[in-house]
């Protein structure tokens, strides 16, 4: 059973960065969809990025050009670069690791979250 622990949320200004990052253990991270959610006070859960096989990722709409998903196997783990974060981008993120079910992603593995907090 995989094992994901995130680090890096914090506080942060307007206009500002952060990169969360995600340590995977116990199962052969090389090989799985890799995806970060993001869940604000009273909305719904929102999948931000994914990293697939072969280098492909996917964005929300709400955040291309401003967030970058990577991933170093070697190191088995998994990063998501902030940029220029607004006020609307304070929740908990979560790492999660899982596969695609036809054209949907679902995450079988969930970390235990790391809260961005973007203030002024």
């Known amino acids: 059973q995989a094992q994901l622990v995130e680090s890096g949320g914090g506080l942060v200004q307007p206009g500002g960065s952060l990169r969360l990052s995600c340590v995977a253990s116990g199962s052969i991270f090389s090989i799985w969809v890799m995806g970060w959610y993001r869940q604000a006070p009273g909305k719904q859960r929102e999948l931000v990025a994914q990293s697939i096989s072969g280098g492909r990722t996917i964005y929300a709409d709400s955040v291309k050009g401003r967030f970058t998903i990577s991933r170093d196997n070697a190191k088995n783990t998994l990063y998501l670069q902030m940029n220029n974060l607004k006020p609307e981008g304070t929740a908990v993120y979560y790492c999660?690791?899982?596969?695609?079910?036809?054209?949907?992603?679902?995450?079988?593995?969930w970390g235990q979250g790391t809260q961005v907090t973007v203030s002024s």
């Open positions: 999660t690791q899982g596969r695609y079910s036809g054209p949907y992603y679902s995450a079988d593995y």
